[in-house]
């Protein structure tokens, strides 16, 4: 919502594309709720919070993580290769960091090692959309 809204408000239109980069962006940001709810699921249990973690479990959450990776990395790569402009895959370059950090969160459950993936993963989500901006800029002036 937060792309598209964007869009609207300097162009005054909501092109498909918006639609489209607006996903990779709001997936892995959406990877750091994961990790937070993950880390603070055994205590929501105990306040009555109903997070996914709580509904559905570790297991689900660590998988709605990997996937949510997995999206953020491949709407790039396709739109590259559907428009066969090799920069606008430039986020793929998180895919090693992204992996790792999907290793941790299946492997530990431990609050200090979910706070340091946390960090860690606000940061890939920046640097992701840091690169995203980047492949479209590039490809706005080189196209």
């Known amino acids: 919502a ?7 408000v300097q162009t005054g239109t909501i092109p498909l594309a918006a639609w ?12 750091i709720l994961v990790v937070n709810n993950l880390r603070d699921a055994q205590t929501d249990v105990l306040v009555g919070k109903r997070t996914l973690a709580v509904r559905f479990g ?4 660590r ?22 402009r090799a920069w606008m895959a430039l986020p793929v370059v998180c895919a090693i ?3 790792a950090l999907t290793r941790t969160v299946f492997a530990h459950s431990d609050g200090p090692t979910l706070n340091t993936t946390l960090a860690k993963t606000a940061k890939l989500h920046l640097v992701s959309g840091l690169l995203l901006a980047l ?8 196209s």
């Open 2 to 8: 937060a792309v598209v809204g964007t869009v609207y």
């Open 20 to 31: 489209v980069y607006s996903v990779p962006v709001g997936a892995s940001c959406t990877a």
């Open 58 to 61: 570790p297991t689900f959450v």
């Open 63 to 84: 998988w709605e993580y990997a996937v949510l990776w997995a999206v953020t990395l491949a709407i790039p790569l396709a739109m590259a290769t559907v428009h066969r």
């Open 97 to 99: 960091p992204a992996l």
């Open 135 to 142: 492949g479209l800029w590039l490809d706005r002036i080189l």
